[in-house]
Each structure stands twice: as structure tokens, then as C-alpha cells.
């Protein structure tokens, strides 16, 4: 137990504070074991990319979970993001996701949630939403989960207009939208797992027209059952952004899983 708190505390200082206007928190949530009252991960990441400048990324990623009498599940998601923005250094991302699970069956579950993010290198000064999202288990085999989730939320977004011209120096969002992903987790072998999952973001009045995708590819290559690598691929595309940036966003992400 004194070992399982140190692990607690020690996510939690790395990563109380991505670089994109949507979190993949289903890559992360999938399994709970219902035998562990507190469970959770890290993981540590260094990525590079290719942007205005060079940019070297290292971050972490905690996720904790608390099962309490079986059938509710308080989740806590959350990132500190350091970059090297060519050679300047800065803290340039995060997030603070937390979600309250309530099982209504072995198959079904709702829970309400509340999130922010913030991401300087994009010129996303913050986002917050909230709302409330269903899961339904559609596939439970031995090595093979599939989920499908619907929900509605409200979201507010801060923008850094990136034009000279702009007439302001900041764009605001204020949008109610629903949410629809569909998830799968397969354990290849006792080694290998590979976790996939698409979503798709829109507005009532504009379904399709100004819509958000994502899609989410992690493989996990476990060294132990507690250490592991973990590959990560995010795409987003955002069809109407309301600050003239890329639409698409990619990043390819590596490094160690360490599950407590």
C-alpha cells in the first residue's frame, strides 16, 4: 500500500498541469480492474516535430483511477508538456481531465466530466468544456474490448488570432456540441496491445459542415506487467478552426508506460 501511495503522489507531482482542441481520454480509460481500488499509469513521452521552429517535447501523461464499491470509477487525466520551441524553452501544453464513472450495468456506464487544455504553441491560450457522455460495451471477449460513446458538451475556446490584420488579437468559441467515438482495445499476446479509437465532434446546427474528427492509435509492447513502450499516433481535423491555422494536426509519440 505505502508503495501504491508513492506511485499516487509522484503522478500526480509530474503532471498536475496537447498541443490539440480534443483529448483521446478513451485510449486511457478502456480497462478497469475491479480488483484494485486505485490504479492508474505514466507515461513519459519525448516527441520532435517539424512546425515554424524545431520542436523537441518532453511530457508526461498521468491517469489515475479510484474504483469505489465497485460501480462508480473517479478518473483523473492530466499532462505537463515542456518544449524546446527552437531554442527557446517553454511550457508549451497540458491538460486536467476528470470524469465520474457510474456503471449502471456490466455494459453501460454515463458519466459527467469537466476538462481544460491549454496549448501555447498553437495558439490555444485555453479551452474548458463540461457535459455528460454514455459508454456501452458492444464486444467483451478475452483479448478483444469495443466500446461506443455518445454525449453532449459545452465548450468555450480562447484563441491567439496568428494574423498581423486580425482586429483583435484573440478569437473566442462558445458552442454546445455532442460527441461520438467508437473504441476498441485488442490484446494481441501477452506482450502486445494495440488500442484504436475514432471521434467525431459537431455542432446540431452544423453537424458535418463544422465538425471535428480524431483519430487515436496506441501500441503497447509490455517488458513487465507494470513497465512497458508505448507507441502513440493523434490525428485531428478540425473543419472550420475559428483562427486561420492547419486544419489537420498529426503527432507521433514514443516512450515508457509504467502501470501501478
Known amino acids: 500500500m505505502k508503495k501504491t ?81 527552437g531554442k527557446q524553452v517553454t511550457v508549451s501544453g497540458g491538460h486536467v481531465h476528470m470524469e465520474y464513472r457510474y456503471l449502471l450495468s456490466h455494459a453501460f456506464e454515463v458519466y459527467p466530466y469537466a476538462e481544460s487544455q491549454w496549448a501555447g504553441s498553437r495558439g490555444l491560450e485555453f479551452k474548458v468544456s463540461t457535459g455528460l457522455q454514455s459508454r456501452y460495451r458492444l464486444v467483451n471477449k478475452e483479448r478483444f474490448l469495443m466500446f461506443a460513446a455518445a454525449g453532449v458538451f459545452y465548450e468555450f475556446e480562447k484563441w491567439k ?26 490484446n494481441i499476446s501477452d506482450h502486445w496491445s494495440l488500442t484504436a479509437t475514432a471521434i467525431h465532434q459537431g455542432k446540431p446546427d452544423s453537424y458535418f459542415k463544422e465538425a471535428r474528427f480524431g483519430g487515436a492509435v496506441d501500441l503497447l509492447y509490455k517488458i513487465t506487467p507494470a513497465i512497458g513502450i508505448n507507441g502513440a499516433y493523434r490525428l485531428i481535423y478540425d473543419t472550420a478552426p475559428i483562427v486561420p491555422i492547419r486544419k489537420s494536426y498529426t503527432a507521433v509519440e514514443a516512450g515508457l508506460a509504467i502501470n501501478f
Open 5 to 85: 501511495l508513492t506511485l499516487v503522489l509522484l503522478a500526480l507531482l509530474l503532471s498536475i498541469p496537447s498541443h490539440a482542441q480534443m483529448l483521446f481520454t478513451e485510449n486511457l480509460t478502456l480497462s478497469i480492474d475491479s480488483t484494485k481500488t486505485i490504479q492508474g499509469s505514466l507515461l513519459p513521452v519525448v516527441d520532435f516535430k517539424t512546425e515554424q521552429q524545431n520542436i523537441l517535447t518532453v511530457k508526461n501523461t498521468a491517469n489515475l483511477n479510484v474504483l469505489i464499491k465497485h460501480k462508480r470509477v473517479i478518473n483523473l487525466i492530466n499532462k505537463l508538456e515542456f518544449s524546446s520551441y
Open 161 to 186: 488570432d496568428p494574423t498581423s490584420s486580425a482586429p483583435t488579437l484573440y478569437a473566442c468559441s462558445r458552442s454546445i456540441k455532442t460527441h461520438l467515438a467508437l473504441s476498441f482495445q485488442h
